[in-house]
């Protein structure tokens, strides 16, 4: 167990909607990264959040954002759902001068 | 901007020794670190080379060399869990970029 946990697991809903992913990070760390994940492919970087700033910004589209709030959770909100959205998302956290990431367990995404 | 490159698949057999390698085009980074990720499971922390060398940890190995632009994974005495796909990652300060992945499949 990393510590981070992400709500839901699995999220299954339909073109056109938009959804909230929620990522709670290890006690203590202050920032948070979402990353996405296709079918058979890489971590693609989304957005990076620290201690309820944004500080880097990845390959994000204009549908998504995302927010950390004073408790240091994060969501990461998707709308306007296309087919190629289906991906897995995960959350990571860290203290900010640590040099390892704490990876959730993802949630699973289905457009259909 | 960042490019890493990464094998896309690497097959060994047990009990052997297999070196997943990534080189890297960057303008300039803090460290190399190594991920390991079962399908469908979260990536999982390695190891972290800041400085040029190997640093060891139990029967993996890592190896960076900021001259070649080139680092490597190294896994010794290969077991059927190893079966799983390994990310390079480069860091910004805080930031971390990770590379494609490399498959690597351990036959009995």
């Known amino acids: 167990d990393s510590g981070v946990t992400q709500t839901p697991k699995h999220l299954i809903t339909a073109t056109g909607q938009r959804v909230t992913l929620r990522c709670s990070p290890r006690?203590?760390?202050?920032?948070v990264y979402w990353y996405q994940q296709s079918l058979d492919q890489g971590l693609q970087f989304l957005i990076q959040y620290y201690n309820g700033e944004e500080r880097a910004k990845g390959n994000i589209l204009e549908r998504f954002s995302a927010q950390q709030f004073p408790d240091l959770h994060s969501e990461l909100n998707l709308s306007s759902l296309e087919l190629g959205d289906s991906a897995l998302y995960f959350c990571?956290?860290?203290?900010?001068?640590?040099?390892?990431?704490?990876f959730g367990q993802g949630t699973r995404l289905t457009v259909v | 901007g960042q490019s890493l490159e990464q094998p896309s698949e690497v097959t060994a057999v047990e009990g052997a020794i297999v070196q997943i390698n990534c080189t890297y085009q960057?303008?300039?980074?803090?460290?190399l670190s190594w991920y390991q990720q079962h399908d469908g499971g979260a990536p999982t922390f390695l190891s972290y080379n800041a400085l040029d060398g190997l640093e060891e940890t139990g029967r993996f190995s890592s190896f960076l060399s900021r001259s070649d632009s080139y680092g490597y994974l190294l896994l010794q005495e290969l077991q059927m869990k190893d079966s799983a796909s390994y990310f390079c990652a480069v860091h910004y300060g805080q930031n971390f970029v990770f590379g494609p992945g490399t498959r690597l499949s351990v036959l009995p």
């Open positions: 960057t303008s300039g980074f803090y460290g």
């Open positions: 006690s203590g760390d202050l920032s």
């Open positions: 990571a956290s860290t203290t900010g001068v640590n040099t390892e990431a704490f």
